[in-house]
């Protein structure tokens, strides 16, 4: 039997870069657009090559003027939580307990139409 003692060397390289993105990756660059006519102001996602007081293609939704980049800006994206049910925050003896009532009430609600339906 023959066990060679081999030595794996494995190279290590750090990227800057992509250290530094992923730092930022819950944000966003957003542009503000405001109208040179009316002054009417619209928020949408940065575009490569925009810089402000660029006069930019898109057409003002009021007055179909021109509008030039007020501001170029960063936001944190929030992060989309999960919708909570009605019982999340309740210990399972709770919710039992709160749906044996629903339940309850139901019952006693078809047996009330019942009767009510029977004098018709």
């Known amino acids: 039997m023959n066990i060679s003692n081999a030595t794996t060397t494995k190279t290590i390289t750090y990227d800057p870069l ?3 993105l ?3 990756k819950d944000y966003k660059v957003m542009t503000l657009l ?3 006519s009316c002054g009417y102001t619209l928020e949408r996602a940065y575009k490569e090559k925009e810089y402000v007081n660029k006069i930019v293609d898109d057409a003002c939704p009021k007055c179909n003027s021109k509008m030039y980049i007020k501001a170029i800006y960063v936001i944190k994206e929030e992060k989309k939580q999960q919708k909570k049910g009605l019982f999340t925050k309740m210990p399972s003896s709770a919710i039992k307990s709160e749906v044996y009532h629903f339940l309850s009430q139901i019952a006693t609600l078809i047996r009330n139409l019942k009767i009510f339906n029977q004098f018709q």
């Open 34 to 36: 405001e109208c040179t």
């Open 18 to 20: 992509a250290s530094l």
């Open 22 to 24: 992923n730092e930022f």
